[in-house]
Antibody, heavy 123, light 112 residues
């Protein structure tokens, strides 16, 4: 059974960098069949795809976040990571990691997801 | 503010049938990109419910079905059960800008 688990600080100060880790069990981030994704759920604007990374390190980001977001992968630890710089209150959200499959032609579906970790941006 | 628009809430009595709509545009659902549906129970991981417009992953009851037409899609739940009470959201791909994956705002289903 594939499981993903997010971890990281629950509070980040404005203008600082949000850093989260997703630990994968039951599958390998080295698998060439999947992308490894981050998705956020905001109180007002709902769910937002942040980006995802392939095992090779190729990453794709939401255009609205480009310049602030970075996703990386460590195949030796079977983990992938999210960094979001210059955070503001608008980045307060629940952050999920998920496995993306069947992405040909844009048809990615996210399965499974982690349970999510809540991050509050506040001083 | 979500790219895909869903009603905030729907409700139905046990045994009834409800539908949840997901309205997009010509750059996502209307461009014939696949629509996927998820079920999200509070405090748990969202679960893929319907993939590829109307395909149920293994283990999902056939009470759940979906359809797509034009720039909209819909999820139907027949024979409502109390355990169906959850948030449901749709997801597709949008070809505007550089292309990215988009979600609906979610619909809270209440089983009366």
């Amino acid at each position: 059974q594939v499981q993903l688990q997010e971890s990281g600080p629950g509070r980040v100060r404005p203008s600082q960098t949000l850093s989260l880790t997703c630990t994968v069990s039951g599958d390998s981030v080295s698998s060439g069949a999947y992308y490894w994704s981050w998705i956020s759920q905001h109180p007002v604007r709902g769910l937002e795809w942040i980006g995802h990374i392939f095992h090779s390190g190729s990453a794709y980001y939401n255009p609205s976040l480009r310049g602030r977001v970075s996703i990386s992968v460590d195949t030796s630890k079977n983990q992938f990571y999210l960094k979001l710089t210059s955070v503001t209150a608008a980045d307060t959200a629940v952050y999920y990691c998920a496995r993306a499959r069947g992405c040909s032609g844009g048809s990615c579906k996210f399965d499974p997801w982690g349970q999510g970790t809540r991050v509050t941006v506040s001083s | 503010q979500s790219v895909l628009t869903q009603p905030p809430s729907v409700s139905g009595a046990p045994g009834q049938r409800v539908t949840i709509s997901c309205t997009g545009s010509s750059s996502n659902i209307g461009a014939d990109y696949q629509v996927h549906w998820y079920q999200h129970l509070p405090g748990t991981a969202p679960k893929l419910l319907i993939q590829g417009d109307n395909t149920r992953p293994s283990g999902v009851p056939d009470r759940f079905s979906a359809s797509k037409s034009g720039t909209s899609a819909s999820l139907a739940i027949a024979g409502l059960r109390p355990e169906d009470e959850a948030d449901y959201f749709c997801q597709s791909f949008d070809s505007s800008l550089s292309g990215f994956w988009v979600f609906g705002g979610g619909t809270k289903l209440t089983v009366l």
